[in-house]
């Protein structure tokens, strides 16, 4: 058990050097399906067991609520269960929504291809959601629309945002299949080790789909190999092709 207890901290602090922990959220259904950290999984007495039992101690684990106080509690838990890096949010998802709102930048001219583009895809702007919580640069990725990504990114769109299955950009550009569409994003800043809801990140991904070219893609930006799913599957485990197992053998 870590002696020292959670910490408090704050989300722009933590998740830049924890970018595999596990985010959780302790709020109500309702206004989690409103809006929650990017990469987030809901906290409740449901699961609460599931989480302390399956959860490797060694992950970090953030927790946050409405302002900062249930989290404190939730967090204490996890600290006593042996978990050895809890931290809490401070000021919780209600300080965090001010301090995003605070830093966006002034609303920029649309280039005029990417405002077309936009405008066919029935998005309002470039940080919208579309269908199953898609964002722009994410439905951009999965059809490998590569002038648009970029435009995208030189726009300043986020790169931690993800969908409704807590999968980010890169994750859809591996579904795409083009090594260089993945290699755009990672580049960009896009989390390359980035775990959705089930604990599943590309490179799990790339290996299960039996995608070699994108398996050893993300292997060249740095992916890690060794993280395991909530199953507790590492990407080896999942390899469904020989390509991608004698791959990830020699990773």
């Given at each position: 058990?870590?002696?020292?207890?959670?910490?408090?901290d704050r989300?722009t602090h933590?998740?830049?050097?924890?970018?595999?922990?596990?985010?959780?959220?302790?709020?109500?259904?309702?206004?989690?399906?409103?809006?929650?950290?990017?990469?987030?999984?809901?906290?409740?007495?449901?699961?609460?067991?599931?989480?302390?039992?399956?959860?490797?101690?060694?992950?970090?684990?953030?927790?946050?609520?409405?302002?900062?106080?249930?989290?404190?509690?939730?967090?204490?838990?996890?600290?006593?269960?042996?978990?050895?890096?809890?931290?809490?949010?401070?000021?919780?998802?209600?300080?965090?929504?001010?301090?995003?709102?605070?830093?966006?930048?002034?609303?920029?001219?649309?280039?005029?291809?990417?405002?077309?583009?936009?405008?066919?895809?029935?998005?309002?702007?470039?940080?919208?959601?579309?269908?199953?919580?898609?964002?722009?640069?994410?439905?951009?990725?999965?059809?490998?629309?590569?002038?648009?990504?970029?435009?995208?990114?030189?726009?300043?769109?986020?790169?931690?945002?993800?969908?409704?299955?807590?999968?980010?950009?890169?994750?859809?550009?591996?579904?795409?299949?083009?090594?260089?569409?993945?290699?755009?994003?990672?580049?960009?800043?896009?989390?390359?080790?980035?775990?959705?809801?089930?604990?599943?990140?590309?490179?799990?991904?790339?290996?299960?789909?039996?995608?070699?070219?994108?398996?050893?893609?993300?292997?060249?930006?740095?992916?890690?190999?060794?993280?395991?799913?909530?199953?507790d599957y590492?990407?080896?485990?999942?390899?469904?092709?020989?390509?991608?197992?004698?791959?990830?053998?020699?990773?």
């Amino acid at each position: 058990m870590d002696q020292r207890g959670p910490t408090h901290d704050r989300a722009t602090h933590f998740q830049p050097h924890h970018p595999s922990a596990l985010l959780l959220d302790a709020r109500d259904a309702e206004n989690v399906a409103r809006g929650s950290l990017p990469g987030s999984l809901r906290l409740s007495r449901d699961n609460q067991d599931e989480l302390l039992l399956r959860t490797d101690k060694r992950r970090p684990v953030l927790i946050y609520c409405y302002h900062g106080h249930a989290s404190q509690t939730w967090a204490r838990m996890f600290a006593d269960f042996g978990f050895a890096s809890v931290h809490d949010l401070i000021d919780g998802y209600a300080g965090w929504a001010r301090s995003r709102a605070a830093a966006a930048p002034q609303a920029r001219p649309l280039a005029p291809e990417l405002a077309g583009w936009l405008a066919h895809e029935g998005f309002a702007d470039p940080q919208a959601r579309g269908a199953h919580g898609n964002t722009p640069l994410m439905v951009a990725a999965w059809r490998g629309a590569a002038d648009i990504v970029e435009a995208l990114l030189r726009h300043g769109v986020p790169l931690d945002a993800v969908n409704n299955d807590g999968n980010n950009a890169l994750w859809l550009a591996c579904v795409h299949g083009d090594p260089k569409g993945v290699e755009t994003l990672a580049a960009a800043g896009v989390p390359i080790d980035h775990a959705n809801l089930t604990g599943a990140t590309c490179l799990m991904y790339a290996a299960s789909a039996g995608k070699a070219q994108i398996a050893r893609a993300l292997l060249a930006l740095g992916a890690n190999p060794g993280l395991r799913s909530q199953d507790d599957y590492t990407a080896l485990d999942m390899a469904a092709s020989l390509d991608c197992l004698q791959l990830l053998r020699h990773a």
